[in-house]
């Protein structure tokens, strides 16, 4: 048993935890997709649910995933829309295997950076979308999928060559892009009296068959952090949480915060613990009461939770008394 200088540093830990500041550009990038999304929803008139986020589509052999910004399913077509909220020059380099951004930090110092065509990328990943819903024996042409790299940023200087480019939306063509989306209201009247292969449309069950296999795919876990910084990845776990994810959609941490509760109990004996209670996946919020659970677990405020973030090769240990939630993804 720890002595109480050592408990009471414990309580000193768990009730000044660590701040994490979201990274200024991860968080630019995310209101990016979140702006084109609204667009798509307010000025076009997609439903919220043939909109979807961070699709992961498995690779030809299956051994990996390729993400997608944001997969839109529209009466005719499906749309795959990277999102870059890049700023400075943008030109391309190499015949367009790679696009160059230049930018120009304080006291005009430049830095030049270098990405692969997205364009490119955004085409090889809308074919692989294609090959994932053949698998679930939906089949359909190659002409249906639509790839756009999306440019939010005002600020930015787009090469002429990307600015004319039939598969970019640059930002002074991103509303007139979701407009276009928009369907007349004569259509709601005559659409159901004519066969959708006359109309060169999806069919009601075709589009039901397109939904089930879009939601099957595997998105990001969003982890929370305290002080605001979001992680997207994989939650790989610890011994005490064990979870089924077609019945859990989120993990609550909940910790002793009040310094003065956590000394009183510091020195009646007690070390401090950190809750962690599983939410049931489509269950809805009611009011004071929350979400419907399906279970909690006490562990040490200090026990490392294993996340594989996005893009690095290695699963970070993070302790539990700096987690907010994890958004489990299906």
Not at 45 to 67: A, C, D, K, W
Not at 263 to 274: C, K, M
């Amino acid at each position: 048993m720890l002595n109480l200088s050592s408990r009471l540093v414990q309580a000193d830990i768990v009730t000044n935890p660590s701040k994490h500041f979201e990274d200024g550009a991860i968080a630019a990038g995310r209101q990016a997709e979140k702006k084109v999304e609204d667009l798509l929803i307010s000025l076009g008139g997609i439903p919220s649910y043939n909109v979807f986020h961070s699709l992961r589509i498995p690779n030809g052999m299956q051994t990996g995933r390729n993400e997608i910004d944001l997969v839109v399913l529209s009466d005719e077509n499906i749309y795959c829309l990277e999102v870059k909220n890049w700023s400075g020059e943008v030109t391309y380099t190499n015949n367009n295997i790679y696009w160059q951004q230049k930018v120009t930090s304080g006291k005009e110092k430049k830095k030049y950076i270098q990405h692969t065509c997205p364009i490119r990328g955004l085409k090889e990943k809308a074919m692989l979308l294609r090959a994932h819903l053949s698998r679930a024996g939906i089949f359909l042409p190659e002409s249906i999928f639509i790839s756009k790299v999306v440019l939010v940023n005002p600020n930015g200087k787009l090469d002429e060559r990307i600015n004319t480019s039939s598969s970019v939306i640059t930002p002074d063509c991103l509303s007139d892009f979701a407009i276009k989306f928009a369907k007349p209201l004569s259509s709601y009247f005559i659409d159901p009296l004519i066969p959708y292969f006359f109309r060169g449309q999806f069919s009601y069950n075709q589009m039901d068959q397109i939904r089930r296999v879009l939601n099957l795919v595997g998105t990001w876990d969003v982890l929370e952090l305290n002080g605001g910084r979001v992680l997207q990845g994989d939650f790989k776990g610890c011994s005490e949480i064990v979870i089924n994810r077609k019945e859990v959609d989120t993990i609550m941490f909940y910790h002793q915060r009040n310094k003065t509760t956590a000394t009183f109990w510091a020195v009646l004996g007690y070390s401090p613990n950190t809750t962690a209670t599983l939410l049931k996946r489509g269950s809805s919020w009611f009011g004071i009461f929350g979400k419907e659970t399906t279970g909690t677990v006490a562990l040490p405020f200090n026990r490392d939770i294993s996340f594989r973030i996005a893009g690095s090769s290695a699963d970070s240990k993070i302790p539990a008394n700096d987690i907010n939630k994890i958004i489990l993804s299906c």
